[in-house]
């Protein structure tokens, strides 16, 4: 498995490879800094991690090289807490995940897994925010299992989102299979700060669900709205 490492800080790319080879040893570690290098990546399975403070325009150019160029790597930002708001157009632009920095290794190996399993047709949770400018909607759309492993890029979607020009968030876990408990915390959280932004949030679940969430309370913290499966 390769990972490419894209920064133009050599400081950063030091401390940023060292992480790397002691949280994955046996991956084949590449370096890029430019858009034009990223187009030179060579071919293979692995994943593509992008500093979003060390490079210009915040690394989205280069974001956009692979998506145009390696469309088949996934790519993840790593970026400063702070910044998370800020990496918003790099979710729109493709990019899976935000690792926040200074990242730990157990959220790296937990991102190549996820890899893996993607791949293997194992892992079928996904999330992507779709905006609906007509509506003054921002929609992040979940599927598949939200296994506690999940959780930040879950978070950094919900972030997105709140943080767009769009009044109105609406998450839609109507197709997620599975929610981990911790997850109902992160959505409180997220509808905390939507309200700080002057921004309604709404959460879409499956009948079953929604019940389960009205009887532990959040129905008074979150506004869920109940959606019937499609008819077959």
């Known amino acids: 498995m390769q990972i490419v490492l894209v920064t133009q800080n050599a400081r950063t790319g030091n401390m940023l490879r060292n992480a790397l080879l002691a949280a994955a040893p046996t991956v084949n570690l590449q370096v890029a800094a ?10 293979g399975e692995g994943l593509a991690l992008v500093d979003w403070e060390g490079l210009p ?3 989205l150019s280069c974001v956009e090289a692979f998506r145009q160029g390696r469309p088949d790597l996934p790519v993840f930002v790593l970026s400063f807490k702070q910044n998370l708001m800020a990496v918003r157009p790099a979710i729109q632009a493709g ?4 690792l926040q920095k200074p990242f730990e290794s157990r959220e790296l190996r937990a991102a190549i ?7 293997e047709g194992q892992g079928d ?6 905006e609906d400018p007509a509506r003054d909607l921002a929609i992040v759309r979940v599927r598949g299992n939200l296994d506690p492993e999940c959780r930040a890029e879950f978070r950094n979607a919900l972030l997105a989102a709140i943080g767009g ?6 998450v ?6 599975y929610i981990a408990s911790l997850f109902f915390g992160t959505l409180v959280d997220a509808a905390d700060q939507a309200r700080e932004r002057d921004r309604t949030l709404s959460v879409l ?5 929604a019940r389960i969430a009205e009887q532990t309370g959040l129905g008074s913290l979150l506004k869920i709205v109940p959606v019937r499966p499609a008819a077959a």
């Not at 020009?165 to 609406?170: L, R, W």
């Not at 679940?205 to 669900?209: D, F, G, S, V």
């Open 165 to 170: 020009s769009h009044g109105t968030v609406v």
């Open 34 to 43: 430019t858009p034009e290098e990223v187009q030179d990546v060579e071919s």
């Open 205 to 209: 679940m499956t009948e079953k669900m």
């Open 57 to 59: 325009n915040g690394g």
């Open 95 to 98: 990019a899976l995940g935000v």
């Open 113 to 119: 897994r996820r890899v893996q399993q993607s791949r």
């Open 125 to 130: 949770f996904g999330v992507r925010v779709e």
């Open 172 to 177: 839609d876990l109507s197709q997620a299979a």
